[in-house]
């Protein structure tokens, strides 16, 4: 579906691709691209790419309502989603950390059976495994928030002293 914004994006990213191409075409990469326009003070690609990162960006703000709490999306939507979260996450821990934290509402048997597909170091554990391990990183979390939370509010705690001063003693 076409929206001005999504057009206007596309037109932006079409500019780039052109003043690229015409005034840095010996450059290998988009940041050397960069690089060279800065250098040579080019202010309409430097405008340009400015005006595109803006748009990136608030094309990117209005895309996040599937992170509310209880908001079903599609699946496909959310593979996609866990699939890039896979990739960009390195250890095991940190992208259930972050899949877990980004598809609460989604059930965990679903959860599991995805991160099984996708992350090669999940693959060897079995469904009910990854379950376990989705469920402690969600209730260990939270049992960690709580007692924390519920430490500062009973507590009057005194300003700690500064280690690095001294009494008059």
Known sequence: MSTPANDTLAELRSTIEQLAAQRYSAASNAAEVEQLAAAAGDCEFLLARVRQLEAERDHASVQVPWLTPNRQSPAKESLKRIGAICQAFPDLFSAMLVVAATHQSAPRDALAATLRQLRPDAAELTQADVEGLLTSI???????????????????????PLSWMKSDD
């Open 138 to 160: 969600l209730n260990g979390g939270r049992q960690a928030y709580d007692a924390v939370l519920r430490t500062r509010k009973s507590q009057k705690r005194p300003a700690a």
